[in-house]
């Protein structure tokens, strides 16, 4: 993979914006998308079918069951797939609708990435219609978490993200936040706040008028088979952070030890948020986030709650104890 050791240019003297990423567009021009499979009816326990609606060019549908969040009255939707590869199909329209709206909007399109499976399941953008008819030119992408190591290191979410997806899209040079890899965890945390600060100065990213936090556009969030999104997990107390913007954190329980992450006040800033959960391993903690049962300790996904929409992507196995 060749990752340009120079950065494109510095907005101040600590912050870097990482190499522009312009590579061809690699789909076949002619390409169809693979059949839909059927889907069933879902309903899940304590949550009200109010709508079914038809998703997507490709003829997708899925059950979809919208229902209040219990607090804050904002809007939460849950959407069950059969398989993970229906799952993507939507998640691609749904982020390619988005970044109409936001482009048409403001000019620009705020995209936040997770590691790990999401990645993969963004795949879908890659492929007509959206790679030709999405406007590349308007994206900003920015991590949602980082593993303090370098970008070539094989434990990196931008290498994962430029391997399976940034590489095979044509953003602008400039438009794609990395992390400074040559600083400390607290260092490269500090960095990335003052990026970030910088760019809603610049009125690249929104201001939540709400909370003062900065308000992205969309925050594709995975989630981990113990609950945890971002680098926020049980029982941490970075879970309670309420002032920093990016904070660092040297014991995550899941490998590396060192990471950065965006603070709750930040996530729950944003206008849109994709939870996308796939596979049987998560049905137990998507039970726990979305059943009926209570438990005290609530597990850092519950805690998500935008100021704008939160919409639950699953496939078949991960809604399977709902
Ligand atoms: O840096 C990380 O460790 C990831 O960002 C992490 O938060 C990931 O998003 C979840 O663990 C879900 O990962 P999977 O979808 O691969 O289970």
């Known amino acids: 993979m060749a990752i340009a050791p120079t950065f494109l240019r510095t907005l101040s003297s600590s912050v870097r914006i990482f190499p522009p990423i312009i590579s061809p567009l690699v789909a076949p021009q002619n390409s169809v998308l693979p059949p839909i499979h059927h889907r069933r009816a879902f309903r ?9 609606r038809k998703l997507g060019c490709c ?3 899925a059950s979809m069951a919208t229902t209040a969040a219990e607090k804050g009255g904002d809007k939460k939707k849950v959407e ?3 398989t993970e590869e229906d799952l993507a199909v939507s998640l691609a329209k749904y982020t390619a609708d988005l970044s109409e709206k936001f482009s048409k909007e403001r ?5 936040v990435l997770s590691g790990g499976s999401l990645i993969k399941s963004l795949r879908k953008l890659l492929e007509p219609p959206y790679i030709d008819s999405i406007e590349w030119s308007k994206w900003h992408v920015f991590w949602v978490d980082e593993r303090v190591v370098p970008k070539d290191h094989v434990d990196s979410n931008y290498k994962l993200a430029y391997d399976g997806f940034l590489s095979k899209i044509p953003l602008l040079p400039g438009n794609v936040y990395a992390i400074n890899d040559a600083l400390s965890a607290e260092g490269a945390a500090d960095d990335y706040e003052t990026c970030l600060k910088h760019l809603v100065k610049i009125n690249v990213i929104d201001l939540s008028a709400a909370s003062g936090f900065p308000k992205f556009d969309l925050v594709l969030l995975g989630m ?4 945890h999104v971002a680098s926020l997990f049980p029982g941490h107390p970075l879970l309670k952070e309420n002032e920093k913007w990016v904070t660092f954190i040297k014991d995550s329980p899941k490998p590396p030890p060192e990471r950065i992450t965006f603070t709750f006040p930040v996530v729950n800033s944003s206008a849109y ?3 996308v959960v796939a596979g049987a391993g998560k049905a137990g903690v998507v039970q726990t986030a979305l059943g009926n049962s209570q438990n005290s300790d609530k597990l850092p996904v519950q805690m998500v709650s935008p100021e704008g929409e939160l919409t639950w ?3 078949k196995a991960a809604a399977s104890k709902l």
């Open 44 to 52: 899940l326990k304590g949550v009200s079918l109010v709508e079914k």
């Open 59 to 61: 003829g997708v549908k």
């Open 80 to 82: 069950v797939f059969d």
């Open 107 to 111: 000019g620009a399109f705020t995209v």
């Open 224 to 227: 981990g088979p113990d609950g």
């Open 273 to 275: 948020i994709a939870l």
């Open 313 to 315: 992507f699953l496939d």
